[in-house]
């Protein structure tokens, strides 16, 4: 008699640190202004850093625009990340946002409320919705740790 080796599954708990939190937006300007929009409201200095790129469904490379205010360790750091590139998007089960706005949690814990009725009061702005990181699933949402 052939004896079988039983296979056994193990199931990993990866606790993720998400230290930032993470805001759509609806807005049909470009992200240029919407950075300097936000800039003005804000009293911060998001700038152009290199775009995050990501390889698409034919080997071609798409690239999603990044502004970014990381120059002061003590502020709270937002960054500004395009969810569409073309006709594709970043985060394929967020297709009606076309902006990501990632704050970074420092020691002075910000209010999320006032984040967001700020980010309302900008004419531009159409929508801003919170974007729960523990029940969200998609699979590029690991490239807005980098």
Known sequence: MKSTK???KLKLNIDQNNDYLL??????EPDYKLSLSLNKKF???LKNISPLKLTGDIQSELAFSRF??????SDLNFSLISNRADKNFL???????????QIQISEKESDLNTITSKLREIDSVTAVFNIDLDTMKDKNLHYLTQ
Do not use: E, M
């Not at 805001?23 to 049909?28: D, E, F, P, Q, T």
């Not at 967020?94 to 902006?99: E, G, P, R, T, V």
């Open 6 to 8: 039983k296979i056994t």
């Open 43 to 45: 009293g911060i200095s």
């Open 91 to 101: 985060l394929n089960k967020l297709k009606n946002i076309d902006y990501l706005l």
């Open 23 to 28: 805001l759509g937006i609806v807005s049909a």
């Open 68 to 73: 970014s205010n990381n120059d002061d360790p």
